[in-house]
């Protein structure tokens, strides 16, 4: 089927769409237990946690690897494509990052298929491991370049985290679409950094946020999923 020059750009927006079903608005990434224990509590926290989660986890762990995954399923790949799932999942430092992970797979893989993009059926059980191997293979087969495919998750995931903020602090929405204009700013800038790593240098390093997921795994009164 062809591709028309704007349907990229459109079909990046469905991937990184708050409705498309893949289960991310349930999820806080330990952010709620951050919040219980007192760690966060006002806007200016919130946008510190994100920011340091940005910094030292999406854009060193989880944006370079995409970029792989979207070579990958470029060029027809799955074994590569295995590869750096192993490479992501291992970077989830617990059990409830890990499966957060697998069940978003799941889901987008199962849109993949009801798509019926080329070869899904092939590659599911590959791209139901992770979410970022499904948007990274989509992505490649509708022609949405590399870089755009970080833009889009980049923007998807931080919307995410900071509609959770705004729940669970709580923050008005004007605080919390203030902190997305500050930090929308420096998406492109973590994208463009996490392009030039080396296989080497790729790694999160967000102890606070291990701290937070493991204990929110156990948290008594959870309004997001573990």
Same mark, same amino acid.
């Given at each position: 089927m062809a591709i028309?020059?704007?349907?990229p750009l459109l079909r990046l927006l469905h991937l990184v769409s708050p409705t498309l079903p893949v289960g991310a608005f349930t999820?806080?990434?330990?952010?709620?237990?951050?919040?219980?224990?007192?760690?966060?509590?006002?806007?200016?926290?919130?946008?510190?946690?994100?920011?340091?989660?940005l910094a030292h986890s999406l854009a060193a762990l989880d944006l370079p690897l995409l970029s792989r995954m979207h070579a990958a399923a470029s060029a027809n790949d799955p074994g590569a494509m295995e590869g750096w799932i192993d490479w992501l999942l291992a970077g989830r430092e617990t059990a409830e990052l890990r499966l957060e992970e697998a069940n978003r797979g799941r889901a987008l893989a199962e849109l993949i298929g009801a798509w019926g993009l080329?070869? %899904?059926?092939?590659?599911?059980?590959?791209l139901a491991? *992770? =979410?970022?191997?499904? +948007?990274?293979?989509?992505?490649?087969?509708?022609?949405?370049?590399?870089?755009?495919?970080?833009?889009g998750y980049a923007w998807g995931w931080l919307e995410n985290l900071t509609l959770a903020g705004i729940k669970i602090v709580p923050l008005g929405q004007t605080a919390g679409q203030r902190l997305?204009?500050?930090?929308?700013?420096e998406i492109s800038g973590y994208v463009g950094s996490a392009l030039r790593l080396d296989d080497g240098e790729i790694g999160a390093c967000s102890? %606070?946020?291990?701290?937070a997921s493991?204990?929110?795994? *156990? =948290?008594?009164?959870? +309004?997001?999923?573990?």
């Open positions: 028309t020059p704007t349907e999820y806080s990434q330990g952010l709620e237990w951050a919040v219980e224990a007192g760690w966060v509590g006002d806007a200016n926290d919130l946008e510190a946690w994100i920011r340091d989660q080329q070869a %899904a059926a092939e590659w599911r059980p590959t491991r *992770s =979410q970022a191997a499904g +948007l990274a293979y989509a992505a490649a087969l509708w022609d949405i370049p590399a870089r755009d495919a970080l833009l997305l204009g500050r930090l929308i700013a102890p %606070a946020l291990a701290i493991s204990r929110h795994e *156990s =948290q008594y009164t959870r +309004l997001f999923r573990s």
